[in-house]
Structures are given as C-alpha cells and as structure tokens.
C-alpha cells in the first residue's frame, strides 16, 4: 500500500504547488497543525509518567513551536490576499490541537498509543517534505526550510520508533498499534470530508429555509432603535426566573 | 453543609469557570489556561475539573451550576436579526444556524453531560446580568451604580443597573445591533488587527496620533440626548455579514484599511521608513486615536447618565470595554463618581464569577461577602511536582526557596529579563505578579528588547509598570477614584513629569502608563521584590507583561514555563522559588 500512498501524496502534491495562491494555504494550515502539535506534545510532556520520556516530548513540542513559525513566516513572504485570515495569522492565535471532550490526545489515547501516534504523523510528514523536495515543488527559500524541517522530522521518528521497538521487546503489539494509528488517521480523513460536505449540503438547506421562510416576515421586522431602551420588571421568582433558558 | 455554585461562561471566547463555597470564591479559571488555545471558548471541562479537585468535591457536590447567559433568547435575537436584515444576512444565516441547531440549542443538556450534574441543577443568567454581578458583588461598595458595557448579550450591548445591598435591578439597556464594544472592535479589524485580541493594540496605537477624524467618524457613533448612543447602521455590517464589520462607508471616511502586519511608522516613531509610509501610518494612529476618543466620551456620556439616573458615588464596570484601560481613567479623573470599581476579568470570563454570585446573593437571598481585593484565583501546581519537571526538563533548577523575590529583584537590577511564576494564576486577562515577565524599567532600550527579542511583538506596544502602593503616589498621577483598577492593571495614568526619565522602558509616548499598584497583603512576594528593586535602585517599579508569547495564553504551569523561556530571550527563569538560568 507504500506505493498508492505515495502515488497519492505525489499527485496531491503537483496540485497544491502548482495552482497560485495554494501554497501560501499549504503552508498556512501546516503552520496551524505544527502549532497544535506543539500544544498535543507539550501536555504528553507533562503528563507522562516517564521521566525519561518528558525532555524528549518537549524537545520535540520546541521543534513543533519552530515549524509553525517558519511556516507563517513563509507564507507572509510569499504574500496572502485575504485581510481577515492575514489577521488571525499576525495574532498567531489559530490552533488545532487535538483537545476533545477536555481531554488532551495523550490522555485519550496513552502513552503507548500516542507514541504510535506520533511515529506514524512524523514518518507520514517525512514523506511528504520528502516528496516535495525530491520534486523540486517548494520555492527554493522554502525548500531550505524544508530541508531543516526535515530533519527535526526524522529525529521525531527515530525516537518514537525507537520507544515503540523497546515496546516490542515487552511483548506489545506494535505492528497491531501502528496499524490501528494508519486507519484511524483514514477514518478521522473521511469523517471530516464528510462532515464538510454535510456542512455544505446542510447551507445549501438552510439557505432555502431562509428565503423561503423568513423572507415574508421580513414586513413586520424592523432593527432597535439607538439609545436607551426600558427593561421589563424582573419575575418575582427568582429561581423559577433563573431555571429558564429564555 | 456548605452551598457549592459553579459558574460556566463558554461558547463565545474566554470559557472559564468560577467556583463559590458560600459565596466564597474558591476558585475561578479560564479554560484556555489549561487548553493552551488562546480565548479558548469551549466549554470549560478542564477548569471545572480543576476547580472540583481544588475544593476536593466532585459534581454530585454541585448545588446548582449557572451559565452565563440565556441561550433561547440570544437566539431569539439571531432570528429575529436574521429577518429584519433579510435578505442581506443571507450567508450568515447558514452558518448561524449551524452552531445553534448542532450545539448551542441544547446547552442544558450538553451542561448535563459535560459536567455531571442534574437538569434541576442547571440554571441561566443574563449575560449582562453576569457581567453586573461580577462587577457589583466584588466591590466594597453597598449602593452603586453598575454599568456593562460589550459586544452583545443576548440584547442589550449596554446595561445600567442600580446596586443596592445584595439586589442589582435593572434602570435601562441599549440594544442590539447599536453597540460600542462592536464599533470598537470594527475599528479594530480596519487597523488590521483581530477583533477581540488587537483592541489592546488599538489602545497602544491611539497615543501616536492625534484625533483628527472626529467630524468623519462622529457620523456613525452618536452621542444621544437620553444619555445613551447610537451607531449609523448603514456604515457596518455586524448585524448581518458573516465575517466583515464594517462596509465601505467607513473606509471612504478616513481612507483604506490597514492590511495585517505592516510596519508601524509613526511620526513619532518614524525609523528609517519612507515619507508615504510615516504618513500612512500616522492616519492609522489617527484613526485610532480617534476612535480611543469617541469611546472615552461616550464612556464618559454614559457615567453621567449613571449618576443621574442612579445617583451615589461610585460606579462598578464590567463587560469587554472596561478592559479599556485608558477609558477607565478619564473616567475616574473627569467622570461624576468618587469611586470606580471594575471586575479583574469584566470581559467574558468574569461572566462566569458574576453569574455564581448572583445566584448565591439574588436568587438565593444571602447577604454582600468579602470584597474581590485579589486576583490569583486560577490553576497552580504542588512545589514538588514543578521540580520534577524542571528537573526532567533538564533546566538545573536552584532552590532559592523564601529568597526569590530578592533573588529576581537583584537579577533586574543587573539587567536580566526574568521569567515570575508564583503561586496560583491571575483570574482575567492582566499578569498581576504571579505569572508575569519582569525587566528593568528604567531604560527605553529595555523596552525594544523585550518587544523584539522577549515577546516577538510589534515595536510600538507599550508595557506596564508595577509600582508598590506605598510609592504609587510619587511615581505616577493616580485619582483617587481610579485607585481599585489600578490594583488590577486596569487604569492608565500619567507618569508624574519628573520621574519619566527614570522610567524609560514603561512610559508610553503620551506619558502615561497602565499603572498596576501592588498591595503587600494581597501580593507579598511580588510586593518584596518590587521593594528589594526599589532599595536596589532608587525606583520601587519594574516593568511586568505577561508570561506568555505573541498569539499564546498567559502560561499556567512549569513545563508551559519552561517552553516560553527557552522560546523567547529571558534571562531566568523563577518557578516557586526554583531559579533556572538561560544557557
């Protein structure tokens, strides 16, 4: 299966160098994966119980911390259009890291588990700069970058994969994990694709609803007026007043 | 047994909870100090969590858990805007509907399952009801007035209250879509800076210009005659686009927006730009300055409609634009009331405190507490627990133990930036001592160094002084009605004339400084090592910003400490009386 998936990353790749404008988003929404790894792998280095484990994770969210920036800073040299997202970008504010339900990723998957995590989205990124620069895609400025990345990349995979042969020899099924890691990367691929087409199917109805539904009251709304505005009297139950929603 | 209230405020930006035993504060936390996402606004699992082992209760515990604002009718006034705006709001429709009808309708429930309480246990208060119990309840004052003033509630932008006891009852509101908060915030995206972060920044800017724009921007804010405003609708979009605030009305009164990130260059900072580009950047110091203005007057306009309407002599504050720090203190020189009291967090976090409260002092009847006279409210760590992980980390810490304020103090004096991480997180936005980088005020260039080389941040920003309360006086002109938000960073105030010199690296450009007067009861160790600096230096302040990199929260423990320092161009590092030097 290599071969189909470097065959897809090549192919994805060609396009998403190719057409104007795409780079600069490439390079945008690695620098807001590289800011939530850092954020992933800085809660593993604090709540691992192995403390020979924790300078490794903080090196490596260090390293995570510096990619997002030099990412940014790649795509502010080589020019972004949009105002709104040029914003948010100069607060460094945007982040996804992989909190869900209050729970970090390390909590939620272990450490075992987040260590297979981290070897197969490090091995999986080594590919992909690796692509990029075998094919000459990346601007020659960004290609150096690239290459210093690439790098900190691997020394990312070596020690995972180091911590997951170690994990081997306790008699842990590894292969089973990294296995499991791989699909669940393609299972979360395709809930998102198809959570945005739902979301773009669910606009299209909602959009519908809108014209068709709240265009005839649109005759009896008007906007506030400015100024100061009486407030009604407060219900003489509070608690009652307090349970309700409205 | 003892009554425990958690307050939620969630959904927005800022989610944080507050926990009251008896109406006493325990604890109070923003989320992002766990989540590490600035203005994180999901529902604050963490915090809570954080907060429930603090007080060493669980959520069966819970008496009653209270969000901040009515969900039904902020939805309400979304549909209701929806219709009045047809058929501009066309794209924003889709997308607000997609947060209500997959998320925020449900809120009850989702509070329910998120925290682990029971459905009769969850309770809602107005939003700007919140914000006017955070302000009032914390306050050492019986009868006040009590002024809100946002973005948007569920209605009102605006809110007057009167304080009288344990009861606040409303006097009046502006409403949705005319809202000062909001047209800040629209000056704020047209200078190129995001809307709920840049305000800072905008405030920072004012000082370089001059407010020559008022004819222009005084036709879309309007000081009414009934003591409120208005906003000409026609020229912003709020109410109805999905991302833009303002329309092209705005830009064909005081020119183009400011496109993110572009050098500014003032006159009075010109550097080495050319003629056009000190020009363009003094009309975007002009704008500011205008429009910083325009929002101390009608802050101003406001208070005295207060006193008009509610009397007495002090005026509590809350809600996102009493963050304006510069505002706050016209107020408390040139505005009717003797006292001026504004909440640590009056943005949307202390929504969460003010809506426990209310339920403790209203809804459940009991009388006012102790005053909120502190701010490190929020997460700490065991001692020990830091200096495995410092240790682990492979910094080599030094136990300086009960030395560090001294330690710190004699590290400025010699010129070090340092990194202070003592005892429990601030509550609200401000670094108050406890998680704050500190620096020698002294000198200017201290100021572009830790602006370029500590922070990553644009060279104009100014930084805070602490000063200790004993020698606020001589240092800085502080009015006496602006003496409880200087306590919490929340008032500026001029630099008194002889002594700028001697504060070079925290006197702004105008003079002035956002002054944050240190008590040593509430803050002892920060208090020693501003007084150790003092006896060191002849100047009782240092300069204090808060720990943390551009875009990143405010740092909560050691490891988040560790990665800023080792990030950023500190010097030393203090964790809780451990000392790490950078190598």
New interface residues.
Partial sequence: MGWLRRAWITVASEVAWRIPGRPQRLLHAFSLAERGSM?DV??A??ATPR?DL??KY?LH??DE??HARVFADRV?ALGRGD??E????????L?E?G?S??LTLFERLGEDDFLAFVYVAEADAVEQFGVYLDRGLADPDTALELRTILKDEVFHVSYSRAELERMRKDGKPVDRMVRNRRLRRLWERYLRLTRDIG?RV??VW??LL??VA??P??LV???????????PP?APD??AA????? | MATWILGVSALYHDAAVALLRDGVVVAAVQEERF?????DA??P??AA?WCMAEAGIGPEDLDWL?FYE????K??RIL????????R??AS???Q??AWLGDKLW??GNLCS?FGVRP?K????EHHLSHAASAFYGSPHDNAAVLCVDGVGE?ATT??WRGRGHTL??????????SLGLYYSAIT?HL???VN??EFKVMGMAAYGRPRFDPQLAQLL?L?A??????D?DAFRW?WHP??AAGPRLAELVGP?R???TPFTPELAPGDASPAQVAESQRHADIAATAQRQVEAAMLHLAH?AKAQVGGDALCLAGGVALNSVANHRLAAQGPFAHLWVHPAPGDAGGALGAAWW?WH??LGHPRGAVLDRADLGRSTPRARSK??LD???AHPVDVGDEAPERAAADLAAGRVVGWLEGRCEWGPRALGHRSILADPREAQMRDRVNAHVKYREPFRPFAPSVIAAAAGEWFDIPPAAAAPARFMLSTGPVRGDRRESLGAVTHVDGTARVHVVDPETSPAYHRLIAHFGELTGVPAVLNTSFN????PVVA?A??A??TF??SGLDVLYVDGYRVESR
């Fill in positions: 954020v800085l809660f280095a604090e403390r924790r300078r903080f969210a260090l911390g510096r502010r105002r709104a040029a914003a948010v970008e100069d607060s460094g504010q982040v890291a909190i339900g209050g979301a669910s606009g909602l959009t809108y014209f709240l265009g009251f649109r709304a008007r906007l506030e007026r400015g100024g100061w505005h009486p407030v407060r509070a608690l307090a349970r309700a929603e409205g | 989540s590490r996402l600035k203005h999901a529902l699992v963490r969590r209270v009515k969900p039904l009718r939805f309400e209701s805007t929806s219709v009045a705006t047809f058929p709001s066309w429709f889709p997308r509907m997609h809120l009850r998120t009769e969850v309770l809602f208060c209605w809110s007057l009852e409303p006097v009046g509101e502006v409403r949705w879509p005319h995206a190129g800076f995001m972060e840049g309007r009414e009934d003591g409120a405003f208005s906003v609708l109410h991302t833009e927006a496109f993110p990130g409609h339920v209203q809804v495995d992980w682990d980390l492979g990199l551009k875009g990143e423990t490891v988040d560790m990665a080792v990030r």
